[in-house]
């Protein structure tokens, strides 16, 4: 109380930048690594990563892993010469839209948004997929029967788009 009539009074000089003298202002600690939410959130449109609700994320799983599953059983049932040029270009065409139609129903972006975080997930699926086709060479040394590089490529891509949409907001 003492301290609040001088104050007043004018006997304690405050300066003009303290909202509460009383009040001992925190000394911040060292430089801590920024979160990865928070690197997310420094590109353009501030990416974040949030939980998915339950019932909309067991729906894109099963939409998801039914593309996965059709683009992998199309092409184990193909010849090899047949699997070689294959790629799973329909299914990767449904992941996209579907992932498109999910940022849009369920989190509510807007479509150019949407459409951004799909093609830029997909581009990143594509390029992780095509470093481990690099490295496993399915089309040289095949994998049981399967021995398609493309189909494996679309593969990742299309798991890339349901991490993405079941995470990315």
Known sequence: MQSMKKRITGE????????YADVPTRKRSGQKSAAPTTLLQKLPGGVSVERPKQNVATGQAAVFAGLGTWAI????LETPDAQAADTAGLQLAAALAFSVYGFREWKKLPLGRSVGLSVASLAVGILVG???NGWLRVDIVPLGS??????????FGITSLALASAFLA
């Open 73 to 76: 059983v199309q092409a184990l």
């Open 12 to 19: 304690l000089e405050v300066s003009s930048s303290v909202k």
């Open 146 to 155: 399967f021995g398609s590089p493309g189909v494996m490529v679309s593969t």
């Open 130 to 132: 095509a470093a481990v």
